[in-house]
């Protein structure tokens, strides 16, 4: 059941925390700005219950919320991809003005990895490639009221028109004493797992087609 309070805001202040789209990227994270918090999770989305027999791209994210985020909007990301698709070119995107401090931490089976403005270009993927960045992303909202948004997405494995398996794990850590969680979107389903404990939320889901998330907190 989504808050009242949820219901008012909207989900594009953090959105493009990752848009992914092999050869041709492109974020559509600034849909985002004129839909209401309700629409996330809307649109060609399909969970998957059993996994392909082939490895799929594994896309992982660690969030830290400090304690200063909550007057700034920036938070720490670790930043994980296994699997990637055995193309030439790809791409990372991310929403300009909401990332910096972009850096390739970590890279197998690639040729080149490297930073251009807000993406990430990468080169002569082979199978079984790894790639690691860090980076801060202004990605939570100030709601008013008490109330905090941290939005995501949209998280995708795209090539031309199509939507391909792709595993996406997500990991938020936020000081439990300065926040509450109040809602999760999306619910644990059929190929989605959530897990939450004090101080930490965790994420788990197979899929084809956008995937977004959205967390809202509390000050207690």
């Known amino acids: 059941m989504l808050s009242p309070r949820r219901r008012r805001e909207t989900a594009g202040w953090a959105a493009g925390l990752l848009a992914f789209a092999l050869c041709a990227g492109g974020s559509r994270a600034g849909d ?3 839909q209401s918090a309700d629409a996330v999770n809307e649109g060609p989305l399909r969970l998957l219950e059993t996994a392909p027999d082939k490895p799929v791209h594994h896309h992982q994210n660690r969030i830290r919320i400090e304690s200063d985020s909550l007057a700034s909007g920036w938070v720490a990301l670790a930043q994980c991809h296994d699997n990637l698709d055995a193309v030439p070119r790809a791409q990372i995107t991310f929403r300009e003005g909401y990332v910096r401090d972009l850096k390739v931490e970590q890279t197998r089976g690639i040729g080149e990895a490297w930073v251009e403005g807000a993406s990430v270009q ?3 993927i ?4 790894r790639l690691c960045l860090s980076a801060r992303m202004r990605a939570l909202r100030d709601a008013g009221g008490g109330y905090f948004n941290l939005v995501g997405g949209p998280y995708m494995r795209k090539f031309l028109d199509g939507y ?3 595993r996406v794990t997500l990991d938020i850590d936020y000081p439990q004493a300065a926040l509450h969680v109040v809602d999760v979107s999306p619910q644990p389903a059929p190929g989605l797992a959530l897990q939450e404990q004090p101080g930490h939320i ?3 889901a197979l899929f084809e087609g ?3 998330t959205l ?3 509390v000050r207690p």
């Open 32 to 34: 985002l700005l004129f």
């Open 215 to 217: 967390v809202q907190f």
């Open 122 to 124: 990468l080169s002569r």
């Open 210 to 212: 956008e995937l977004f």
């Open 126 to 129: 082979a199978p079984g490639s």
């Open 202 to 204: 965790r994420m788990d």
């Open 164 to 166: 391909y398996p792709m």
